[in-house]
């Protein structure tokens, strides 16, 4: 079966900061995809970087960055130069098989980050 | 780009009623539609696969004569919380699965449910 963890139930930094959190993640599958959310208060999740079991590269968007070790199962993800802005719950999820992209997540227990001026 | 709509965003109801949420895709079809619930300050956990044309899949723990799921059409699933009770106050947020090429999925905005 599958599991996510994310075993920093919550980050506090000073903006400007760099922010990095760690996942990861169990799976029988040779195919799945790994995705990063954001959950603000306001309840809505916000879909920010994903990865498949196949790519190769590690990708940058913006001052999201994303770092996929496979032989350590980890899938952690920074955020560069915090701002206030940044402060939310951020999930980890993983989905296997077939059309993984789109097929049902579980997620880790979330990491809460709180981002001071 | 494709967009979920959730409603209601969020309903108070009295114990032992119950009470429809909606969940619909916007501008693409979604044979399959899933359904979580996130308790306060908790992550969100699969309850229900919701499946076009049959039967919805449950997950182990939750019940399906208290959670009746109906995936009317091709961009309309509901869930109906049964004779609800003070413990079934929580966030329920849907999901459908865009298929084509990358299979992208779309996350509702959720419902705020209170029972009192």
């Known amino acids: 079966a599958q599991k996510v963890t994310q075993a920093q139930t919550e980050i506090s930094v000073v903006e400007k900061e760099d922010v990095t959190l760690d996942c990861v993640y169990e799976?029988?599958?040779?195919?799945?995809?790994l995705f990063w959310y954001k959950q603000p208060p306001s309840g809505e999740l916000v879909f920010l970087i994903r990865?498949?079991?196949?790519?190769?590269q590690n990708e940058i968007s913006g001052r999201y960055s994303r770092n996929f070790q496979k032989s350590t199962s980890s899938f952690n993800f920074t955020i560069t130069a915090s701002q206030v802005v940044d402060s939310a719950v951020y999930f980890c999820?993983?989905?296997?098989?077939?059309?993984?992209?789109?097929?049902?997540?579980?997620f880790g227990g979330g990491t809460r980050v709180l981002v001071k001026p | 780009g494709a967009v979920v709509s959730q409603h209601p965003s969020w309903v108070i109801c009295k114990s032992g009623t119950s009470v429809k949420i909606e969940c619909r895709s916007l501008?693409?079809?979604?044979?399959?539609m899933f359904w979580y619930r996130q308790f306060p300050k908790q992550s969100l956990m699969l309850m229900a696969t919701?499946?076009?044309?049959?039967?919805?899949?449950?997950e182990q723990g939750v019940e399906k004569d208290k959670f009746l799921i109906n995936h009317a059409s091709l961009t309309l699933s509901t869930l109906t919380v049964t004779s609800a009770h003070p413990e079934d106050s929580s966030f329920y947020i849907c999901?459908?699965?865009?298929?084509?090429?990358?299979?992208?999925?779309?996350f509702g905005p959720g419902t705020r449910l209170t029972v009192t």
């Open positions: 999820a993983l989905s296997e098989g077939l059309g993984a992209a789109g097929n049902k997540l579980t």
């Open positions: 990865r498949n079991s196949f790519d190769e």
């Open positions: 999901s459908a699965p865009r298929t084509g090429s990358s299979y992208e999925q779309y």
């Open positions: 501008d693409f079809q979604a044979t399959t």
């Open positions: 919701s499946n076009e044309g049959s039967k919805a899949t449950y």
């Open positions: 799976t029988r599958d040779t195919t799945y995809y």
